[in-house]
């Protein structure tokens, strides 16, 4: 039997979003994991389950992070965790795939489709167990997940976009 364990240490999960209509706010959350089931050499017929620590959001401002977790947005105290259950793995290309399943935020449920390009597996000189990779990338809109605070700049526009990308760089253990 395979055992798959998300190696935290080299995985990353970031965000993006528009700010002032005219750059980036950046953000990451720094508890996460994924449950993943199935056979690297067979993706399409993998499960996959990400379940992401609210509370662990970081953006290098701490006025910024209290606010994402208030209930502005986030409402952490009530919501304190992000969902995606994998649906379907599509082969998209060589190395291509989409993942389709259920994003849960803030109680709200909507389905989603994220890019991910895997990357391989290689022995790990160090443990000797086999490493596996893979690059996700989507985007969502925050408005439809109930995260709608917003405010009104003097020049027209608004403080903050509706449209969130989000990669994530991923390294598993695979021990066999």
């Known amino acids: 039997m395979t055992n798959v364990k998300l190696d935290k240490v080299h995985s990353a999960l970031n965000f993006q979003v528009k700010h002032m209509m005219v ?5 990451e959350f720094q508890d996460f994991d ?10 399409e017929n993998a499960s996959i389950k990400v379940t992401v620590n609210v509370a662990s959001i970081e953006t290098n401002n701490e006025d910024r992070n209290g606010h994402l977790k208030s209930g502005d947005f986030f409402d952490v105290e009530n919501h304190p965790n992000i969902t995606f259950q994998s649906k379907s793995v599509t082969k998209a290309g060589d ?20 890019t991910v390009d895997y990357n391989g597996k290689a022995k790990d000189p160090m443990s000797g167990n086999i490493v596996a990779g893979a690059d996700v990338d989507g985007k969502i809109n925050r408005e439809d997940y109930g995260l709608t605070w917003n405010a009104p700049l003097e020049t027209g526009g608004v403080l903050i976009g509706k ?3 989000l990669h994530g760089s991923f390294e598993f253990s695979i021990e066999e």
């Open 34 to 43: 994924i449950d993943f089931n199935g056979d690297f050499d067979n993706l």
């Open 163 to 165: 449209e969130v990308k």
């Open 23 to 27: 750059s980036k706010a950046k953000g």
């Open 95 to 114: 190395s291509e795939y989409k993942v389709t399943g259920d994003l849960t935020i803030k109680g709200v449920t909507n389905e989603e489709t994220f």
